[in-house]
């Protein structure tokens, strides 16, 4: 088993400088990055007559067009002087000695910035994701020990809306129904905190945040619902059918027993290994949850950090998120080993 | 616009044969002595696309065969799903229609007593109009009025009205197109609550939101069909090869397979389209989403492929000298096709949500495009005007309820296994 980690840790290396490699590739070649974007608006300052907001470190005339040496300029400061290659493994080595970079809008380091995100994103994304398997579990075993009857069906609608209906479409027309949108004003409408927050004592906090948490953390159950659910359920059924259920009812074990001793620990492996991606959920965090309801975490600010062409915030949080993914996937192959005692990895 | 950058895509694969076939030939001759099956390999993936034909050969057999029969009628039995099928086929190929039903040009004007139907130019004009140069629109001054901009016929068919002249206008069933701005039918400023004329209200540049939404639909489906086929092309092609072949070709490619979808792909799609700027954004869209979801479908074919090729029919083929290229697709793909139709619903869902999560979030089809995810991003903003969420929401989940009611179905019709409950 060690040395089937340490091959599969071994193999992730690899793994993680081809994603790096392709990602800086992309934003190193595609036309249209930071120095063309801040020659245009330069030029396009030059044009409506002034500039004055541009910090102009070259010379340049006054017809709006760029001298050279100013190009040779904004290339140094976005690192864009040197050749490619070199400029990677500057940039890998930087990495790997957990130095990201700075900021180009923040002006700090991109570790700091990205940091400072996580308890936001951790916290919704924790809620959330136990939460979706407190649900999820229990719906999907009801489901299947009354296959076929009026709760199955009618809990089977609640799982096609849910599948149908993307958790953050369904944030945006939660804020219009209670947000203060047309209907009722019971939720604000986004945020973390309340504006009065630190004046408010411990519960009365308590109570602000999880007044802020509740739609918001029930789109990112949505996300997941449907098909934790259908897991759950297919699973459970399948084990129903086995022949070892077979025996537990033949030797007269009630109904209750067989289900939840014997079938319902089998039928839980599959979901088990989805609890490895646990740690991308945490951080990772949902563009469009986060933007949908103005969470300041990981996922709005990578969204701002590509309208805001920060390419050390955009390298920096790929690399993590990769590297989360790539833990996430060797977690979930141990934990399936580890609920499965048939597995055994080589 | 961007029907027309599709058209041209499609004519464009189609009509490039003659290149490829060239550069195929090139390939292959430069290959003939290379250093083995590696190189082989990844030639024939660079050459996958031109074996178009033999895809269509195996699917037509693949739905030929006796087993499938029985699947399609177990299908047609499962009424949900197959009404599910019918109505959004029949629903999607309505739509190709929009342009005459939902329009502001008008379906027959009788001016000094000679006929025109200008609806029939827009709607050529909306398909073909980039290809061929005719004129797609009447102007002003063809009706007798002073001006030359295109004709708006509804205020023509009112003028007509009020001279009663024996000059008469009949207007499309739904006489407003989606980017047209209505701002002059009222005094308030946009968005309009939904009213009789404008049913589901107008967003916030005045245009009908009916209209965006109908269209909307249109480009959703479009795009997510040539998504799901352009990235079930590569994952078929790549996954048949990796399964065929195996070995050290197999091994090296899964790895460039595991970085690849180790990539988070609406971050990766987003990068490159904050960065590149293109006229034909559906076309780099498509191109992107397709490149960065061929990888799920290869692991499905590649383990189909490990199954088939150690069965007597492909040794027999081998052993009497078939081509591989031939066996690959003719022989065994007819045999693995059966993950690629049960996954097809689920990746057209896939398909059409990226869309609208992309639109949402500003990185999609660029603005004047009719979309559902530019709607919900004017709701979020105009939290007033429930119109503006509800109808693309309604849309977008009947959609993907219907899509995902043929799933459930072809899954149901596919799976042999059915679920018996003991006791």
């Known amino acids: 088993m060690a040395t089937y980690i340490l091959r599969r840790m071994l193999l992730m290396i690899p793994t993680f400088i081809g994603i790096t490699f392709i990602c800086f590739a992309v934003m190193r070649f595609v036309p249209g990055g930071p120095v063309e974007q801040a020659i245009m608006q330069y030029k396009a300052a030059m044009m409506g007559g002034g500039g004055g907001e541009v910090a102009s470190g070259g010379s340049s005339n006054s017809t709006g067009e760029v001298s050279a040496e100013m190009v040779e300029e904004l290339k140094r400061i976005y690192g864009f002087d040197k050749p490619f290659h070199i400029a990677y493994l500057d940039w890998f080595v930087k990495v790997l000695q957990f130095d990201l970079g700075e900021s180009y809008s923040y002006q700090k380091p991109v570790w700091d910035v990205i940091s400072s995100r996580f308890p936001v994103s951790m916290f919704f994304g924790g809620i959330g994701f136990v939460l979706s398997y407190l649900v999820c579990v229990p719906l999907g075993v009801m489901k299947a020990t009354k296959h076929g009857q009026g709760f199955d069906w009618a809990s089977s609608i609640l799982v096609f809306v849910g599948y149908s209906i993307p958790g953050w479409a369904a944030g945006v027309v939660l804020l219009v129904l209670f947000g203060g949108g047309s209907y009722y004003n019971v939720f604000p409408l986004g945020g973390m905190q309340s504006m009065n927050y630190h004046d408010l004592d411990f519960w009365g906090r308590v109570a602000d945040k999880f007044h802020h948490a509740v739609l918001p953390v029930f789109c990112y159950m949505m996300g997941s619902f449907a098909t934790t659910t259908v897991l759950m359920k297919n699973s459970l059924m399948e084990n129903l059918g086995q022949d070892y259920v077979r025996t537990a009812f033949a030797k007269g074990l009630s109904e209750k027993k067989a289900i939840f001793k014997h079938a319902l620990r089998n039928s839980l492996i599959p979901l088990a290994t989805g609890l490895g991606h646990f740690f991308s959920f945490l951080l990772a965090g949902s563009y469009l949850i986060e933007k949908v309801f103005d969470i300041h975490g990981m996922g709005l600010l990578s969204f701002e950090s590509l309208i805001s062409r920060d390419y050390p915030v955009t390298l920096g949080i790929l690399v993590i998120s990769s590297i989360l993914a790539l833990i996430g996937n060797l977690l979930s192959d141990l934990i399936y080993a580890l609920v499965d005692p048939r597995i055994r990895f080589k | ?155 023509l068919k009112k003028s007509f009205e009020a001279q009663n002249s024996g000059n008469k206008v009949v207007l499309a069933p739904y006489p407003y197109s989606p980017n047209e701005s209505n701002l002059e039918e009222y005094e308030a400023r946009p968005p309009h609550a939904p009213d009789k004329v404008h049913w589901f209200g107008t967003d916030d540049r005045g245009r009908d939101v009916f209209a965006r939404m109908l269209y909307g639909f249109q480009i959703s489906m479009t795009f997510a069909l040539v998504v799901t086929f352009l990235s079930y092309l590569i994952g078929v092609s790549v996954g048949g090869y990796l399964g065929y072949y195996g070995g050290l070709f197999d091994i090296v490619v899964q790895r460039f397979v595991e970085i690849w979808s180790a990539i988070p792909f609406l971050f990766a799609v987003m990068i490159v389209v904050s960065i590149v700027k293109t006229n034909h954004m559906m076309v780099l869209l498509i191109f992107l989403l397709a490149a960065f979801g061929w990888m799920g479908m290869t692991y499905y074919i590649r383990g189909e492929f490990l199954r088939e090729k150690a069965k007597d029919y492909v040794a027999a083929a081998i052993s009497i000298g078939v081509k591989d290229t031939t066996i690959i697709f003719r022989h065994i793909l007819p045999n693995a096709l059966t993950p690629v139709i049960s996954f097809m619903p689920f990746a057209i869902v896939g398909n059409i949500s990226a869309l609208v999560s992309l639109d949402f979030l500003g990185f999609g089809l660029p603005v004047p495009t009719p979309s559902w995810g530019e709607l919900l991003n004017q709701g979020r903003e105009y939290l007033k005007c429930y119109w503006l969420v509800f109808a693309p929401l309604g849309g977008l989940f009947a959609t993907l309820m219907l899509v995902s009611f043929i799933g459930e179905a072809v899954r149901e019709a596919f799976d042999p296994k059915q679920y018996s409950r003991l006791r």
Do not use: C
Not at chain 2, 58 to 70: D, E, H, T
Not at chain 2, 117 to 134: E, H, K, M, Q, T
């Open chain 2, 1 to 155: 616009m961007t029907d027309a950058d599709l058209i041209i895509i499609l004519v464009v694969l189609s009509l490039h044969d003659g290149l490829r076939l060239g550069a195929m030939r090139l390939l292959t001759g430069a290959v003939q002595n290379g250093p083995g099956i590696l190189w082989n390999g990844l030639v024939l993936i660079l050459r996958s696309p031109l074996l178009l034909p033999d895809f269509y050969k195996a699917v037509l057999g693949y739905f030929q065969s006796p087993i499938i029969k029985r699947r399609a009628d177990k299908f047609r039995s499962l009424k949900r799903g197959y009404y599910s099928f019918l109505l959004i086929s029949g629903l999607y190929v309505l739509s190709f229609f929009l342009p005459l039903l939902v329009t502001d040009v008008a379906w027959y004007v009788r001016y000094e007593g000679q006929s025109y139907f200008p609806v029939v130019r827009s709607f050529a004009g909306y398909y073909v109009g980039n290809l061929i140069n005719f004129k797609s629109t009447y102007f002003e001054s063809d009706f007798g009025l002073l001006g030359d901009a295109p004709v708006r016929y509804r205020s």
